[in-house]
């Protein structure tokens, strides 16, 4: 017996989360198993920052990070080539 894929969806709640969430529900199959973690709750939260997930929505399926949702998030090498905290 097959067992199901397991897709899960890290949102905040947001208009582009709930927009994520409508997609993963319109793309899924009989074969996956779709759960929603609302990363305002602590647990949910502390979960995704130890996955490393470092923007909303994030996707994982079957325990791996979407390849769309790697990579993303603020970091500070970035920020301050933007010129963030450098005087004008």
Known sequence: MKTKRQIEVFSAGCAVCEETIALIHQLSC???????????KPDIAA?????GI??????MINGQLAGCCTGRGPNEQSLRAAGLGQAL
């Open 54 to 59: 470092r923007s909303l929505p994030a996707v």
């Open 30 to 40: 009989s074969s996956c198993e779709v759960t929603v973690l609302d990363t305002h």
């Open 47 to 51: 979960r995704a920052k130890k996955l």
